[in-house]
């Protein structure tokens, strides 16, 4: 039974009911056990909030900006691929509730609409300036063994107004989710990742199949049926051993910093010791991510690794997101708390999407910022720089239980 939904938990449920498989168990699955995936849940039930009373909460302001960038809220729109999965709008229809919320968007460099069409899209909003903030579009980037292509899609979303770019860096293969193997996920023909089209050929479904072919030799027959019997391996991660460059090292954030004046944001660091190299090799943002718990299942929820990453880089002029497992007005408070300067939401997003293309983000995203308002007044904070580590404590067991 569908629900009229009043929280992200409804959205998620309604998009269960009904999507087509394929592209449900592609944007839900989490890799192998799917630990990870739960666990960025289940780590922010792990902490406590500590509210203050008595402050004074009848006006709630949750502006921010984001590497000098005024937006209307710290709560952001991750990279999700392939977006044309769960409505045809696809990354236009977000990029426009994005544009309308003046809240951050990242585009996926896998994206079914091309960078420049999405940005367009977003830009067609009119921009209401009685409430502050601007829209905010940034471009995630994934490094590809073809340099000179790499480069020159740096070039394109400079072009067109993409201020940041976001390295994903933890994708040097893509981590094995169960679901896309047994369905043998496939992208509708009609659609391609859209941002690698040219005049001579389009990314679509039936040619990453091809190149799959190609490069394992493998003789695989493309229909459904039979490549079910004998495919090992979803077609996507197949794609990324094609494309996508496994010897990426910190000199390559280097070198990407020094083609281009985008500020650098690495997505996808969950360690101190890896905080600290990206300091070093100029990023100007730290996104601490698991990629959804779709990469190496079994590492540390995003919540749980967050404290250690704010250490390491502390005084250091970076800033510090976090996504994986936001859902509710209160998990974006204690990640606040903690010391992120935003929060990044991807599957929510898409299941906005998938209830009713752009109205439906613009849901997803209105329900979020409204439990945030209301989490931030019963907490006692009328704005973001009032959001301190005293708000948040780890554990429940009361000390005379220990
Ligand atoms: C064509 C390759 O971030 C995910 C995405 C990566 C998509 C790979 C697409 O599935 O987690």
Redesign the pocket.
């Known amino acids: 039974q569908r629900l009229v939904p009043i929280s992200l938990a409804d959205l998620e449920h309604n998009a269960h009911i009904t999507m087509d498989l394929n592209a449900l168990d ?1 944007y839900r699955s989490g890799a192998n056990d799917m630990q990870t995936l739960r666990d960025n849940q289940e780590a922010f039930t792990r902490l406590r909030l500590r509210p203050r009373i008595l402050r004074d909460v009848s006006k709630v302001d949750t502006q921010t900006t984001l590497l000098g960038h005024p937006v209307a809220s710290p709560i952001c729109i991750s990279p ?2 392939m977006q044309r999965l769960a409505n045809d709008e696809g990354e236009k229809a977000t990029a426009r509730a994005a544009a309308k919320a003046k809240k951050c968007m990242i585009l ?1 460099s ?1 994206s079914t609409t091309s960078a420049e069409d999405t940005i367009a899209a977003g830009k067609e909003i009119p921009v209401q300036h009685d409430t502050p903030g601007l829209p905010l579009f940034w471009f995630q980037l994934y490094v590809y063994k073809d340099r000179a292509m790499t480069e020159s899609l740096i070039r394109r979303v400079e072009k067109v107004g993409y201020k940041a770019l976001v390295i994903t860096v933890d ?1 040097p293969f ?1 981590g094995r989710r169960l679901a896309d193997v047994r369905n043998v996920f496939t992208l509708p023909s009609h659609m391609s ?1 859209a941002n690698f089209e040219t005049k001579e050929s389009k990314v679509t479904m039936a040619n ?1 199949l091809k190149q799959e072919e190609d490069i394992s030799n493998i003789n695989i027959n493309e229909k459904a049926a039979e490549v079910k019997v004998v495919r090992q391996e979803s077609s ?1 991660a197949a ?2 051993v094609s494309q996508i460059d496994p010897s990426l090292n910190w000199k390559d954030i280097e070198w990407i910093q020094s083609i281009t004046k985008l500020p650098i944001i690495v997505k996808g660091v969950l360690t101190a010791e890896d905080a600290e190299l990206a300091v070093k090799s100029g990023a100007k943002g730290i996104l601490v991510s698991n ?2 718990g ?1 990469q190496l299942d079994g590492v540390l929820a995003t919540i749980d690794a967050l404290p250690e990453v704010l250490d390491a880089v502390k005084g250091k002029g970076v800033e510090v997101y976090l996504d994986g497992g936001v859902r509710k007005g209160t998990d974006v408070l204690k990640a606040l708390a903690l010391g992120a300067r935003a929060v990044f939401l991807g599957r929510p997003i898409l299941w906005g999407l998938a209830h009713d293309g752009e109205a439906g983000v613009s849901l997803a995203l209105d329900l979020l910022q409204k439990e945030f308002e209301l989490a931030m007044a019963l907490a006692g904070c009328c704005k973001i720089a009032d959001i301190n580590r005293a708000h948040v404590q780890h554990g429940t067991t009361p000390t005379s239980r220990l």
Request: net charge positive.
């Open positions: 592609y999700t691929a996926s896998w994708t893509l990742m990453i996507l794609y990324v990629h959804g779709r």
